[in-house]
């Protein structure tokens, strides 16, 4: 991601509109798993959670996710304070770069905002483990991977721009088309952002320097 897209973050923003949504409730029969979606992600960061990821045509989802409701259940008798939930996987592009996602089904632990990918356990018993402790043996995600960081913020915005020109049927639903078109527009606003920047310094660094000038009339005569 170069440093343009993180410029565009901002304006994408506020031009596209996007905020947060109310969550979509519980799983399916299972009211103790929680579903998380791309809206209300933020939730995760307060508290203590297991998430998991998956998708029905994905190869050991619904061995998993079978797995995973009953793990909820146990972990509601045994440890009610850490919460247990399934991400919504209908809008992947950008769920999978909020997470960086490398394969699925995937497992994060999160304690207070701190993220920590876990392995992936088709077990009751081992995922309580990883929930009740094993979970401190993984390396907590690096800055420039955190779902609620710079980076990865930008990458979602400029994602979600990309979709929105596709959706709006600019070029004939092309989506390479799409891309090209964010990406001149995330260009020319860097340009013109930098621009704006150079110009602005340029003027304060004279108004010092004549203000100094005004004040020592010997030094710079």
């Known amino acids: 991601m170069n440093i343009y897209t993180l410029s565009l973050a901002a304006a994408l923003s506020f031009f596209l509109g996007y905020g ?16 998380l979606d791309e809206g209300c992600w933020e939730q995760l960061l307060q508290g203590e959670w297991m998430l998991g990821f998956c998708m029905p045509l ?8 079978r797995v995973w409701s009953s793990f909820a259940t146990a ?3 045994q440890e009610p304070r850490l919460q247990v939930a399934s991400m919504q996987m209908e809008y992947s592009g950008t769920v999978v770069a909020r997470f960086s996602l490398r394969r699925l089904p995937s497992i994060l632990h999160v304690r207070n905002g701190t993220f920590r990918e876990l392995p992936v356990a ?14 401190r043996k993984a390396a907590p995600v690096p800055i420039w991977r955190h779902p609620n960081g710079r980076v990865v913020a930008a990458k979602v915005l400029y994602l979600r721009a990309v979709n929105k020109v596709y959706g709006a049927k600019y070029f004939g639903g092309d989506y390479t088309r799409a ?11 860097f340009s013109i952002s ?4 150079s110009s602005l ?8 320097m004549a203000t100094k000038g005004a004040k020592n009339p010997q030094a710079t005569g």
């Open 122 to 135: 088709y077990s009751v018993d081992k995922l309580l483990q990883l929930a009740q402790g094993e979970w």
């Open 179 to 189: 891309t090209v078109l964010v990406g001149i527009c995330s260009f020319l606003l």
């Open 20 to 35: 947060p949504s109310q969550c979509p409730g519980t799983s399916g029969g299972n009211r103790h798993v929680i579903r």
């Open 75 to 77: 972990m509601q008798r």
């Open 58 to 65: 994905v190869e050991n989802c619904s061995g998993f996710e």
């Open 201 to 208: 310094y340029a003027l304060i660094r004279d108004k010092l």
């Open 194 to 197: 930098l621009t704006a920047a």
